[in-house]
């Protein structure tokens, strides 16, 4: 049982790393390549919602 929930949080912490690593390369890519965000028809709504949970979102509107 100990084991479980040590591994539960463990999961978390993986996950929320590896959405704020996805959220802070694509703010680089709006950044320095708008274009190509854009050329691929802007963010998505999860996009979004990693971008605004990390402090980016103001990015989205650089977009527009």
């Known amino acids: 049982l100990r084991g479980d929930r ?4 463990f999961d978390e ?11 802070q390369a694509l703010a680089r890519t709006i950044e320095r390549r708008p274009d190509l ?11 979004r919602s990693w971008l ?8 989205v509107d650089t977009l527009s």
């Open 6 to 9: 040590v591994e539960v949080g």
């Open 13 to 23: 912490t993986r996950h929320a790393l590896a959405t704020e690593t996805r959220a």
């Open 37 to 47: 965000v854009a050329a691929r028809g802007g963010v998505t709504e999860e996009e």
């Open 52 to 59: 605004t949970e990390f402090g980016l979102g103001h990015l």
